[in-house]
């Protein structure tokens, strides 16, 4: 998004011809915001999901996730069991849906599609400040 020297207080903007903050939306720009901002809250969900993924992994080699059992008169460590009865090696055995190569993908996935609708709305922005001055030029 461009951005103008009044930044952040447009109050004060000086530059109300060029401003993007002056410009009035259109029903495009309305909409390629939601979309924008609907995309940053699903890129935000999965940097959480890659923070526990991270946490997990540390509590597994930490030992968290073992128990002593004695096996043949010796104490030794076991993984301890999941819900489904499987033993805990990696952070999918904890919480479902926590597969790093899965959630690296779908957070670049997600990077690039906000990347494309930031391309289109400094596009669109283009436009409307092109017609905004011309109207104001008048």
């Known amino acids: ?5 009044c930044y952040p207080n447009h109050e004060i903007c000086k530059n109300k011809n060029t401003c993007e903050f002056w ?3 259109n029903q495009k720009l309305k909409q390629l915001n939601q979309q ?3 995309e ?3 890129l935000e969900s999965l940097n959480q999901r890659k ?3 991270f946490r997990i992994l540390s509590e597994i080699q930490q030992g968290r996730y073992t128990e002593i059992v004695a096996i043949d008169g010796r104490l030794k460590r ?7 009865g499987e ?3 990696k952070p999918d055995d904890v919480q479902v849906g926590l597969n790093f190569n899965v959630i690296s993908k779908e957070i670049t996935d997600t990077e690039t599609i906000i990347h494309e609708l930031r391309i289109r709305e400094k596009n669109i922005l283009k436009i409307l400040k092109k017609q905004y ?3 104001a030029c008048k």
């Open 36 to 38: 924008i901002s609907y």
């Open 133 to 135: 001055w011309t109207i």
């Open 1 to 5: 998004m461009f951005r103008c020297g």
């Open 78 to 84: 076991v993984p301890k069991k999941n819900a489904r």
């Open 23 to 25: 410009i009035p939306l």
């Open 51 to 53: 923070r526990d993924y």
């Open 40 to 42: 940053l809250k699903i």
């Open 87 to 89: 033993s805990i090696l």
